[in-house]
C-alpha cells in the first residue's frame, strides 16, 4: 500500500516538474479554465438561489388574479365583475386590488404604488421601499409629492421605511392608502387594477381559472403556480442572456480542450518516447498524463467554484451588477442567500474536469503506443 | 535540510482547496438557516401587501413585474418598434402569457 502512495507521488513529482517546464502554457491553460469555471459556477449559483428564494418568498403570493384585457392590452377591471367571480363555486373572497407604476422625472426613477391588502395605511401617508429612501434620501417624517394626472403636486408623509431585508420584493414599493391611490392615479370609481380570488381548495386553482375565462371573456386569470413558475423560467439555462454566457463559456472550453485533445507539442511527444525508451510503460504514461489532467483541471474547478461563491454572495454579483442594473437608477441591494443546487456543481464537475482529463489522456496514449524510436524522431 | 518534494506542496494545496469548498458547503447551510427567518418576513409582506414578484428590474414595467405583463408592452405601438431595455434581454416572456397570447390569436 505505502508503495503504491509512494509510486504515485513519484509519478505526481514528476509531473509536476514536467508542467513547470512549460509553466508560461501552463498557467495561462489554468488561468482560462479557472475562469470559464468561474464563470459558469457564477450563473450558476446566481440562478440557482434566485429561484429558490422566488418559490419560498412567491408561495404566499396571491391564488388567483384576475386582469381585463381589451385590444390585447391591459385595462381596468370593473369591480362589479367581483360579483360574478364570487358565485363561482369554491370561491371564497374577491378583493379588489389597486397598484400601478410611476415615474418620477426628477430622479428618473420608476416607482410602484400599491394599496396593501393587510397592513393599514393613514390617509397623507405613505410607506416607502429601502431602495426608493435610500435613492431619494427619504426617511421617515419626511414629505414626498407626487403630481396627479390632473397636474397637481400631491404631498405625503414618510410614515415608515420598509426593512432593508425586504428590497427584494419591495425595494421600489411605496404603500399608500385606498383614497388617496384613486386620486393620485386617476383609476376611475367602479375600477381596479385587478381583483384577487381565494378559493377554498387549492387544487381547484387551474378549475376555477378556466370558469373564470368562460364567465369573463375579456378576463385574463393568473394563478399562482404561473407566478413562481415565471421564475423558474427566467432563470433557466434555455433563457436570455444566460444561455449566451453559457455558450461562451462552453464554446471556449471546447475550443481549448479541442487543443489539448489534437495533439501532443512535438516537446511532448518527444518526452514520451524518451520515457519510453528508458523503460516506462504505456500505463506509467497514461498515469503521468492523468495526473496532469487532473492536478490542473482539479485546481481549476475548485479555485473557480470557490471565487464563484465569493463572487455570488458576499459581492452580490458585483460583475453581473451593470447587466442587471440596465438603465435603472434604482436598483434593490440585496444579498442573496446561498442555496446551492448539488446536482448541478456535480454536473459542471463532470461537464468540465472529466472532459479535459481525457482529452489529456487520449492523444498521450496514442503518442505512447508508437514506437519510442519514431515518436522522438 | 531536505528539500520539500513538488508532490507535497500540490497535495498540500488540493487539500487546502477542497478544505475550503467543505468550509463553502458549511457556509451556505449556516446562512440558509440563519437566513430563514428574514426569508419568512419577506414572504408574511408578500401576503400582507398582495405582492406578485421580486423586485429585480425597476427600468420597466413588463420586468418589474414579469408575472402580470402582457406580450404587447415590450413592442409598444408599431411593428417595428424594438424592445430596448436591457432587462429585456434577461427576461424571457412568461410561460402563461405566450399561452394566452396563442389564445387569443
Known amino acids: 500500500m505505502l508503495q503504491s502512495i509512494e509510486r504515485q507521488r513519484h509519478l505526481i513529482d514528476f509531473t509536476l516538474s514536467s508542467l513547470m517546464r512549460r509553466k508560461g502554457k501552463n498557467f495561462s491553460v489554468l488561468f482560462v479554465y479557472t475562469l470559464v469555471v468561474f464563470l459558469l459556477a457564477s450563473v450558476m449559483f446566481f440562478t440557482s438561489a434566485l429561484r429558490k428564494e422566488a418559490h419560498l418568498v412567491l408561495t404566499n403570493a396571491p391564488e388567483i388574479i384576475v386582469q381585463r384585457s381589451l385590444s390585447g392590452r391591459f385595462s381596468f377591471i370593473p369591480v362589479d365583475y367581483g360579483k360574478k367571480l364570487a358565485d363561482i363555486r369554491g370561491v371564497v373572497s374577491v378583493r379588489e386590488r389597486l397598484w400601478g407604476y410611476y415615474y418620477d422625472p426628477e430622479f428618473k426613477a420608476n416607482y410602484t404604488f400599491m394599496v396593501p391588502e393587510k397592513l393599514p395605511v393613514e390617509q397623507g401617508t405613505i410607506a416607502i421601499g429601502a431602495g426608493i429612501s435610500n435613492t431619494r434620501h427619504a426617511y421617515e417624517g419626511d414629505i414626498l409629492s407626487f403630481t396627479s394626472p390632473d397636474g397637481v403636486l400631491r404631498s405625503y408623509t414618510v410614515k415608515a421605511v420598509l426593512p432593508e431585508e425586504s428590497q427584494l420584493v419591495a425595494a421600489d414599493i411605496i404603500l399608500i392608502s385606498t383614497e388617496d391611490y384613486r386620486v393620485l392615479s386617476g383609476i376611475p370609481p367602479g375600477h381596479a387594477t385587478d381583483l384577487v380570488l381565494t378559493v377554498r381548495n387549492s387544487k381547484e386553482i387551474a378549475t376555477i381559472a378556466e370558469k373564470i375565462k368562460k364567465i369573463l371573456p375579456d378576463s385574463r386569470p393568473i394563478i399562482r403556480d404561473e407566478i413562481i413558475r415565471t421564475y423558474d423560467a427566467v432563470f433557466n439555462w434555455r433563457s436570455g442572456i444566460m444561455i449566451v454566457i453559457l455558450c461562451v463559456a462552453l464554446l471556449s472550453f471546447v475550443i481549448f480542450a479541442w487543443d489539448r485533445a489534437t495533439g501532443l507539442s512535438a516537446e511532448e511527444k518527444g518526452e514520451i518516447g524518451i520515457l519510453k525508451a528508458v523503460g516506462w510503460e504505456t500505463s506509467d504514461v497514461l498515469l503521468m498524463k492523468f495526473w496532469e489532467g487532473a492536478a490542473i483541471s482539479l485546481t481549476a474547478f475548485l479555485a473557480g467554484v470557490l471565487l464563484a461563491y465569493v463572487h455570488v454572495f458576499f459581492t452580490s454579483s458585483a460583475l453581473f451588477l451593470p447587466v442587471l442594473k440596465g438603465w435603472s437608477t434604482l436598483y434593490p441591494d440585496f444579498r442573496l442567500v446561498p442555496f446551492i443546487d448539488v446536482n448541478q456543481v456535480i454536473t459542471l464537475f463532470f461537464l468540465t474536469v472529466v472532459p479535459y482529463t481525457i482529452t489529456t489522456i487520449v492523444p498521450a496514449w496514442r503518442a505512447a503506443t508508437i514506437d519510442p524510436d519514431s515518436v522522438m524522431r | ?105
Not at chain 2, 506542496?9 to 427567518?37: G, N, W
Open chain 2, 1 to 105: 535540510m531536505k528539500p520539500s518534494r513538488k508532490s507535497t506542496f500540490f497535495l498540500c494545496s488540493l487539500a487546502a482547496l477542497v478544505l475550503l469548498f467543505a468550509v463553502m458547503c458549511v457556509h451556505a447551510r449556516v446562512r440558509q438557516a440563519a437566513e430563514m427567518a428574514g426569508i419568512g418576513r419577506m414572504a408574511a409582506m408578500v401576503r400582507e401587501v398582495g405582492l406578485t414578484d421580486l423586485c429585480l428590474f425597476t427600468e420597466a414595467s413588463y420586468t418589474r413585474n414579469p408575472s402580470q405583463t402582457d406580450l404587447q408592452t415590450p413592442f409598444q405601438e408599431h411593428p417595428v418598434s424594438l424592445e430596448h431595455f436591457p432587462s429585456g434581454s434577461l427576461m424571457p416572456p412568461p410561460e402563461h402569457q405566450k399561452d394566452n397570447h396563442a389564445a387569443i390569436h
